[in-house]
Nanobody, 120 residues
């Protein structure tokens, strides 16, 4: 069984920083892109940042220069969030395009989400 587990969310003051982590586990044959999405109350889930297996990154305009996505191996991805703003408040979801040993087919998997609240 494949799982993505996020950690690192919490409450932070405007201008502060948080680091989110996501670990993929289970019988995983291969992972291509990994990324972070977020969903604020009453809004759709939006892309925050993605990173490919070769390290190429992509960011939403709203977080460029403030957030940094990274991977330390094939299965872990991180999101360093600096200069946080109240509008960054959302549930943050980890996402991975991966292929399990069960069928070797690539599919998108999601974590359960972690709450980030930016407030004074």
């Amino acid at each position: 069984q494949v799982q993505l587990v996020e950690s690192g969310g919490g409450l932070v003051q405007p201008g502060g920083s948080l680091r989110l982590s996501c670990a993929a586990s289970g019988m995983i044959w291969s992972i291509r892109d990994m990324g972070w999405f977020r969903q604020a109350p009453g809004k759709q889930r939006d892309l925050v940042a993605t990173i490919s297996s070769d390290g190429s990154t992509n960011y939403a305009d709203s977080v460029k220069g403030r957030f940094t996505i990274s991977r330390d191996n094939a299965k872990n991805v991180y999101l360093q969030m600096n200069s946080l703003k109240p509008e960054d408040t959302a549930v943050y979801y980890c996402n991975a395009d991966l292929s399990p040993y069960s069928d070797y087919r690539y599919k998108y998997y999601w974590g359960q989400g972690t709450q980030v609240t930016v407030s004074s």
